[in-house]
């Protein structure tokens, strides 16, 4: 079948740890077949019940980019480092660098002494808007950014169980716990959902280094900026080559104006076009349907909000490099209509419907690479 | 039989459009804007047809879109107070960006420490002087606050530049 060939012919190109994710994409493309074959597909209607027979959770994991590292790592199957996507919470959006903060903290880590505690819990919650800190929730726990949390993280049972002397380190001067914490392992081996569940980052003095508080909390800081750096290099393509901290920098300031000028760009040709637009429903969709079949593609967006390792597997596919600037294509083809059908026979015509069709068009088009990346893999 | 399998898959979007943020953030940006434009455009036939102050305009509502789309980002706070503060004839096409550099922001850096071990430290303060020009309501942030918000920014930029495409593209041809 094309598909499976299509697949044989790609799982060259990707690299062998991608494997066993391509392996589970290949099963559940199994029985995206069975359904197609069994099911009459022109129907709207059809298409959703055929959807609400294929299990809700390989659909969901499949098909939307949810906030579960179980629906990244079904599609990516890569453990590791989980690039920094978009979180949505309820409709809300939220840049996940806590959570994805305190799994880098957790290889560097771990317990601060109150100082620290002081000092740190009160940097992170704050550097983040209230909506995100709240939002970023279901692997953070939720610990306010007050010294008293720093009790209730050390009487966490989970911390107790690896440092059963902590318990009164919060209120205590500087003491013979560095010490101990001095000569322990360099690193501290804790696991992920733990350190999720802590808001600041716990530092540990290692063997030979200062133990007072500032160079602590010098630590601390440092060890979150440098987390900060890393997500940021994940997200700017190209950055994770480059060795330091002033060339990522650069990158990323170069990236944020080029992006910058591209959108002035586009602005002005929008500028140029817009005593052409026409609002009105019909037109929108057919330029759409028209332009969206023969673009050429692009996944520099997507790169950010969808976990980087999966665009790694779509480079073995020429039309996926994407030479800068980056040009786009929305694979729709005529099938697509009767989606827009729907929509228009449900619009009365007015402004909502020309969003809600210019807004399907670029949501469906803007999430696609998550099916495409599938789909290519199948 | 691949056709059908990527509609349906398409067709899974709309039962959840809350799920997916790039999404929300491009249908957000989309409502915005769309408005925006018809308005425009009913202004413009009434008001003077100079092409400068309608691209001003035009770039006005696009920022002023894009600040609106992201609200749970403190960058989209600073930047919907640049817009609303700032008149459409002064307008410039980058004056949406900040430009320049603030005295308080260099001092706290400074004053760090760990400045002295690293040997780049100076380097790395001129790159971040230089991020904190570009982003909205970088001056107010610390070092920390920059890096964090820049990602998020940055995300939004690229969604940002893929629904104007699409506009534009969906328009010109």
Request: glycine content about 6%.
């Amino acid at each position: 079948m094309d598909l499976t060939g299509g697949f044989g012919a790609r799982s060259g190109g990707i690299r062998p740890c991608r494997e066993p994710i391509g392996l589970e994409s290949l099963h559940l493309g199994d029985e995206f077949r069975q359904l197609v074959t069994t099911l009459p597909p022109e129907n709207a209607g059809g298409s959703f019940t055929a959807l609400l027979e294929l299990p809700p959770t390989q659909a969901v994991e499949l098909l939307h980019f949810t906030d579960s590292s179980s629906s990244q790592a079904a599609v990516t199957g890569i453990g590791g480092e989980i690039a920094p996507p978009l979180h949505s919470f309820g409709g809300t959006l939220a840049f996940p660098s806590n959570s994805v903060l305190m799994e880098r903290a957790a290889r560097f880590s771990v317990i601060a002494t109150e100082q620290q505690n002081g000092n740190i819990s009160g940097e992170t919650p704050t550097s983040s808007v209230p909506s995100n800190s709240s939002a970023n929730l279901d692997r953070v726990k939720t610990e306010p950014a007050e010294t008293d949390s720093s009790q209730r993280l050390i009487s966490d049972s989970a911390i107790e169980n690896q440092i059963p002397c902590r318990s009164q380190n919060n209120r205590n001067g500087k003491r013979k716990d560095f010490e101990k914490k001095g000569k322990s392992s360099t690193k501290k081996n804790k696991s992920s959902e733990e350190n999720e569940k802590l808001p600041y980052v716990h530092v540990r003095a290692r063997r030979g280094q200062a133990t007072d508080s500032h160079s602590l909390a010098e630590r601390a800081r440092r060890e979150k900026i440098n987390a900060r750096m890393k997500l940021l290099q994940e997200l700017v393509p190209g950055c994770d080559k480059i060795q330091g901290t002033a060339l990522v920098l650069d990158e990323i300031i170069n990236h944020v104006q080029s992006l910058q000028r591209q959108v002035e760009m586009l602005s002005m040709r929008l500028a140029a076009v817009n005593p052409r637009i026409d609002f009105n429903l019909d037109t929108i969709l057919a330029s759409e349907n028209g332009s969206l079949m023969d673009g050429s593609f692009n996944g520099t967006p997507m790169q950010l909000a969808w976990p980087h390792q999966a665009i790694e597997t779509e480079q073995s596919f020429h039309h996926r490099q994407l030479p800068p600037p980056p040009t786009q294509q929305w694979p729709f083809d005529g099938l697509n209509q009767p989606v827009w059908g729907r929509e228009e026979d449900q619009a009365d015509g007015n402004d909502n419907s020309n969003l809600m069709a210019v807004s399907e068009n670029v949501m469906v088009a803007s999430a696609n690479l998550h099916p495409n990346q599938v789909k290519m893999e199948l | 039989m691949e056709r059908q399998i990527i509609n349906k898959r398409k067709r899974v979007f709309s039962l959840q459009p809350n799920k997916n943020p790039n999404e929300l953030f491009a249908r957000r940006y989309v409502s915005h804007l769309v408005p925006a434009l018809k308005k425009i455009n009913m202004n413009k036939s009434s008001s003077k047809t100079n092409h400068q102050s309608f691209e001003k305009t035009v770039k006005h509502e696009v920022d002023m879109a894009f600040a609106l789309s992201a609200q749970e980002f403190a960058w989209s706070r600073f930047l919907q107070q640049k817009l609303l503060s700032s008149p459409h004839d002064d307008l410039i096409s980058t004056s949406s960006y900040p430009s320049e550099i603030l005295e308080r922001s260099s001092k706290k850096q400074g004053g760090e420490k760990h400045q002295d071990r690293d040997e780049e430290g100076g380097e790395i303060k001129k790159r971040l002087k230089e991020l904190q020009k570009l982003l909205p309501g970088g001056e107010e942030m610390n070092m920390e606050e920059i890096l964090s918000e820049i990602g998020s920014y940055i995300v939004c930029l690229e969604l940002q530049m893929i629904v104007l495409k699409s506009i534009v593209q969906d328009n010109t041809s």
